[in-house]
């Protein structure tokens, strides 16, 4: 665990940005976590979300999985069959090739996380939850799947294509297909503690 002057370095850090609630997409916090996250889960995108029902409805939503649908998990909690429900698709449990797997991280995991050895193969949606870290609301979805990921990031209020063309209401990928918009977007507050947690390796 960290003391209270490593919070602090951080804490002041990301209030001087005066930026704690983004909707900026080159926001450094996020920018850091999202680089931190893409090397330890060995996937070559990541979308951070400030719930994890926020991830797994990116990750659902990126390969296509709608409502009226099925999706493919291996040992699914109540929660993840709850969400799904009220999304109107149906969870399905199996054995292999799920479509999505997720991992919770927390603090007596952490080491083993940063190891990659939880995250090195799986599912093509694969939801990191740092929520347990107690930071607050925080969770990722990781892919090597662009469309996946281009997909997710539209569920975000301005997200990254809509951010640029607010203004002008015009289309940034018109094959992109669109996506109602959630308030999915993650504090930089919460992305600096948990990066600094990613980055001590558990080891403190």
């Known amino acids: 665990m960290f003391d ?27 920018q850091a976590l999202e680089r931190h996250l893409r090397q330890l889960t060995r996937r070559a995108h990541v979308a951070l979300f400030n719930s994890v029902t926020g991830a797994l409805h990116g990750g659902l939503w990126g390969r296509g999985i709608v409502e009226g649908e099925r999706a493919r998990a291996f040992a699914p909690s109540e929660a993840e069959r709850r969400f799904m429900k009220w999304l109107g698709i149906t969870c399905e449990e199996v054995e292999s090739e799920p479509d999505y797997a997720v ?3 927390g603090w007596d995991d952490l080491s083993e996380f940063c190891r990659g050895d939880s995250t090195s193969a799986g599912p093509p949606a694969l939801v990191v939850d740092l929520t347990p870290l107690g930071f607050g609301p925080c969770a990722a979805l990781a892919t090597d799947n662009e469309a996946v990921w281009k997909r997710a990031e539209r569920l975000k209020i301005f997200g990254a294509f809509d951010l640029r063309t607010m203004w002008t209401q015009e289309e940034a990928e018109p094959g992109l ?17 948990a990066s600094m947690a990613l980055l001590s390796g558990g080891t403190l």
Do not use: D
């Open 4 to 30: 209270r002057y490593q919070i602090s370095v951080v804490l002041a850090r990301v209030l001087t940005t005066g930026v704690i609630m983004s909707i900026e997409k080159n926001e450094h916090e996020l």
């Open 103 to 105: 991992v919770s991280v």
């Open 177 to 193: 297909e669109p996506a109602a918009q959630f308030n999915y977007r993650l504090s930089p507050l919460v992305a600096a503690c």
